[in-house]
């Protein structure tokens, strides 16, 4: 995920930039075995939608706008830095137009209120290391591993970033429609990267590009995917993108860390220190997670780091926000 300060992504949607799906499609596939899965896409660093990744989820189905709305519409909810209840939110977005987008992007992120209904994690985003008790929290800054957004016809996240200290990214669609556009990795030269946090572009409206002030960008080569209920979608490691909801949905954004990706992500956390101006805690973090990685590459043969409850706590009776209707 992005880890945002604070994105004003309820602009107006505009025209879709032209040359703007210039690569192959995105592959669409069912029935895919962890190690095909692993061979074809992890390994290649290749994004694939699961047609039928949701299907053991509680929450797919029964999560709509509708059901939010109903059942838990007083909640507050943050949306682009303002607060507003759901049952507020939720109406805009569906009142909402590609020209008069609603809030967003507003985001459950207490992951412990809903995480049995997301449960098992997904067969094919394990390992993951997140939650392993030799990996500091701190190394993550805080980020969210877990969110679900909520958004309307026209919301976007329209600035391209790659998913915060190179994890992979996955997209859960658990309600309406999200296209993602995929920009290539090895485009940096083109995207206009901001010097302080190089994971994201400094251009926003990657849709309607400012191609004046943006040159470049006119030669980055894209494809867009429309990722639909049930589904969901892989994004390696380091694939630049943005995101339009193209009718009220629902997904969850999960970020996956595991041997693959994990040099990447020692890089990062370790720029990241050298940026905040504290070498020191750069070599050390960097030396302490360098070694890590390999015992935890062992760890993972015996079964490690693959907790199906996403390693998140909770209480009896906590975790899911299906309770039943008063009288029901
Ligand atoms: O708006 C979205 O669904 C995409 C958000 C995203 O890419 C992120 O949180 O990293
Ligand atoms: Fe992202």
């Known amino acids: 995920m992005a ?22 499609p995105v592959d669409r596939v069912e029935g895919l075995s962890v190690d095909e899965f692993v061979a074809r896409y992890r390994l290649p660093r290749r994004p694939v939608v699961l047609v039928d990744a949701l299907k053991r989820w509680p929450a797919n189905g029964p999560y709509t706008p509708e059901f939010f709305a109903r059942e838990h519409g007083r909640r507050e909810i943050s949306c682009g830095g303002k607060s507003y ?23 459950l992120k207490e992951a412990r209120d809903f995480i049995r209904d997301i449960m098992p994690r997904l067969p094919w985003a394990l390992p993951n290391r997140h939650t392993h008790p030799l990996v500091p929290e701190l190394v993550f800054n805080a980020i969210s591993h877990i969110d679900i957004f909520f958004g309307g016809t026209g919301n976007q996240f329209p600035f391209p970033h790659y998913d915060y200290l190179r994890m992979h990214g996955w997209v859960a669609q658990l309600h309406g429609d999200k296209e993602m ?3 290539e990795p090895g485009q ?16 926003e409206y990657a849709d309607q590009p400012d191609y004046e002030r943006y040159p470049l960008f006119r030669q980055v080569r894209s494809r867009k995917v429309v990722v639909r209920a049930g589904e969901a979608l892989f ?7 943005t995101a339009r909801c193209l009718n009220p949905g629902i997904s969850v954004l999960f970020d996956q860390l595991e041997a693959s990706n994990w040099r990447e992500f020692v890089g990062e956390v370790v720029a990241m220190r050298k940026r905040a101006r504290q070498p020191v805690k750069a070599v050390a973090i960097g030396a302490y997670l360098r070694l890590l990685g390999p015992l935890l590459g062992i760890a993972e043969r015996f079964g490690a780091n693959r907790r199906a409850d996403w390693g998140v706590p909770t209480a009896a009776g906590e ?9 029901a």
């Open 3 to 24: 880890n945002l300060d604070v994105v004003d992504a309820s602009k107006p949607n505009a025209a879709t930039r032209s040359g703007a799906d210039d690569l192959p």
């Open 85 to 107: 209840l759901l049952a507020e939110a939720l109406a805009l977005q569906e009142q909402a137009t590609d020209g008069r987008p609603g809030p967003y992007p507003c985001m």
């Open 181 to 183: 556009t995929l920009y």
């Open 188 to 203: 940096e030269h083109l995207m206009y990267v901001d010097p302080q946090r190089p994971w994201r572009s400094v251009m």
């Open 235 to 241: 994004i390696p490691c380091g694939t630049w993108h």
């Open 319 to 327: 975790g899911t926000m299906l309770r039943k209707t008063q009288g």
